[in-house]
């Protein structure tokens, strides 16, 4: 356990970081829609 904190710490700022990138991503897609035309959206 002398290890663990720093064990921890590391997954701790890795999920933070993961998670910060996802919805930096999603909000971005979100903004690019808001100015696609229908052409450009096929899956819709």
């Known amino acids: ?3 663990a ?3 921890f710490g590391s997954w701790g ?3 933070v970081s993961i998670g910060v990138y ?3 991503v999603i909000r971005r897609g ?3 829609a808001k100015h696609a035309t229908r ?6």
Request: charged fraction near 25%; aromatic fraction near 14%; glycine fraction near 0%.
């Open 39 to 44: 052409e450009e959206m096929p899956w819709t």
């Open 22 to 24: 996802a919805i930096w």
């Open 30 to 32: 979100r903004e690019l």
């Open 5 to 7: 904190s720093f064990i």
């Open 13 to 15: 700022i890795t999920a």
């Open 1 to 3: 356990m002398e290890h």
